[in-house]
């Protein structure tokens, strides 16, 4: 079975030395051509950035990461997903654009495999779960009016509707729990360090969630 993977939870998982997550996992990591590009060729090109491309770059080449090309079809899907997703929410009568293009091109892979998307943002992501309360958000954090088509915000739920979206926490929880962690000193402390270090590194979860996860982990244990 296969996930496509959005950049961010990659990233995150290269930024917290925790790639071994994917080697516990009993999924096969596919990405899209610009998630490559996102993952690989422009951070390589800053120092910030340059270990971490390189570890992806390593499974990449290793066989534990595999590129995928979307084919016309896939192309054509993600370029379906960017309009519609794109064209939800406006702000002075102009469309924001919310989504980039490695995030429609991963979403359209796992569309086109098994219908398993690992993405870390949260944009994309309330857009199907609540486009109502996403407006909101933008609005606070952008301070201004933002408007809402509501016919298309219901186009892309029906769109995407199949498909189920991971972070890079739901991840390393389930791969926690298949027990990739036992031989940790103290598991559970380090658990709780891993889920916190992918919360700083860029996922979006709040603290209950991690508390639950915690909790649901030391019942099983």
Request: hydrophobic share 45%; aromatic share 8%; charged share 30%.
């Amino acid at each position: 079975m296969k996930i496509s993977f959005d950049a961010g939870p990659l990233i995150s998982f290269s930024n917290t030395c925790l790639l071994s997550v994917l080697d516990a996992l009993p999924f096969e990591p596919v990405v899209a051509p610009w998630v490559v590009n996102e993952i690989l060729r422009f951070p390589r090109a800053t120092k910030h950035y340059k270990l971490s491309a390189l570890r992806i770059q390593k499974y990449l080449l290793d066989g534990k990461i595999h590129q995928m090309e979307l084919g016309s079809k896939g192309v054509e899907l993600a370029d379906r997903i960017q309009h519609v997703a794109n064209t939800i929410y406006y702000s002075r009568k102009r469309p924001l654009k919310l989504v980039h293009r490695g995030e429609v091109e991963a979403l359209a892979l796992a569309m086109l495999t098994d219908k398993i998307f690992a993405v870390d943002e949260r944009t994309i992501r309330m857009m199907v779960e609540d486009p109502f309360q996403l407006r909101l958000i933008l609005e606070s954090k952008m301070g201004m009016h933002i408007t809402m088509d509501k016919k298309r915000a219901e186009e892309f739920q029906e769109l995407v509707e199949d498909v189920l979206m991971v972070r890079s926490v739901d991840l390393l929880a389930y791969a926690a729990e298949l027990g990739a962690f036992k031989d940790a000193p103290d598991e559970r402390e380090f658990v709780e360090a891993a889920l916190y270090a992918l919360k700083f590194a860029g996922c979006s979860v709040s603290e209950q969630e991690i508390r639950e996860f915690l909790s649901a982990f030391a019942g099983r244990r």
